[in-house]
Nanobody, 117 residues
Framework: QVQLAESGGGLVQPGGSLRLSCATSGIIFRIYGMGWYRQAPGKQREWVAGITSGGTTTYADSVKGRFTISRDNAKNTVYLQMNSLKPEDTAVYYC???????????WGQGTQVTVSS
């Protein structure tokens, strides 16, 4: 059973940056695509970015050019670098296996990102 632990969220002003981390265990990390997802208050969880086992990345249109997903197979960790943050990026951010859609029901606790002045 995969275990996921997100961290790195916080309160940031518009235009600021944050780097999220997701540490994984219970899987052979290097063979899995990974994705970041977010859920804003009152909204459904949505896919944000994905990275395949081979390192190919894809992004939702809303974050393209501002967010960068990356992975470190030696650390079993996936990252999300978020730049030029906007208030509409405010959400709880989660990671999961699967680069385009979540393939595990084992969601972590998420990490809160709040963009506000």
């Amino acid at each position: 059973q995969v275990q996921l632990a997100e961290s790195g969220g916080g309160l940031v002003q518009p235009g600021g940056s944050l780097r999220l981390s997701c540490a994984t265990s219970g899987i052979i990390f290097r063979i899995y695509g990974m994705g970041w997802y977010r859920q804003a208050p009152g909204k459904q969880r949505e896919w944000v970015a994905g990275i395949t086992s081979g390192g190919t990345t894809t992004y939702a249109d809303s974050v393209k050019g501002r967010f960068t997903i990356s992975r470190d197979n030696a650390k079993n960790t996936v990252y999300l670098q978020m730049n030029s943050l906007k208030p509409e990026d405010t959400a709880v951010y989660y990671c999961n296996t699967g680069s385009l859609y979540a393939t595990s029901n084992a969601w972590g606790q998420g990490t809160q990102v709040t963009v506000s002045s």
